[in-house]
Nanobody
Framework: QVQLVESGGGLVKPGDSLRLSCAAS????????MGWFRQAPGKEREFVAF????????NYADSAKGRFTISRDNAKNTAYLQMNSLKSADTAVYYC????????????WGQGTQVTVSS
């Protein structure tokens, strides 16, 4: 069965950095496109970043451009989200997701990791 397990969240101050990890199992990770999403209290879940299966194509939400970097290590079945210059507006539960190869939709989701940015 497919499992996506996020880690690396926490409480940080504005301007700090965090690196989130997403460990995947039960799916052909090296041929699976991955993404990061977030959901802030009282808001809908929103897209943050995308990386294709090989890592040579990425895409970011405007809010993440220039501050966040998505990457992956296919040898470790792990995707990452490096977040720099964090703001209070980045406070949310962050989820990783795997794109279904046949469905073309975000088919698998992790349980989420909390990121809180507060002074």
């Amino acid at each position: 069965q497919v499992q996506l397990v996020e880690s690396g969240g926490g409480l940080v101050k504005p301007g700090d950095s965090l690196r989130l990890s997403c460990a995947a199992s039960g799916l052909p990770f090296s041929s699976t496109d991955m993404g990061w999403f977030r959901q802030a209290p009282g808001k809908e879940r929103e897209f943050v970043a995308f990386i294709n299966w090989s890592g040579d194509s990425t895409n970011y939400a405007d809010s993440a451009k220039g501050r966040f970097t998505i990457s992956r290590d296919n040898a470790k079945n792990t995707a990452y989200l490096q977040m720099n210059s964090l703001k209070s507006a980045d406070t949310a539960v962050y989820y990783c997701a795997a794109l279904g190869r046949t469905t073309g939709r975000w088919q698998y989701w992790g349980q989420g990791t909390q990121v809180t940015v507060s002074s």
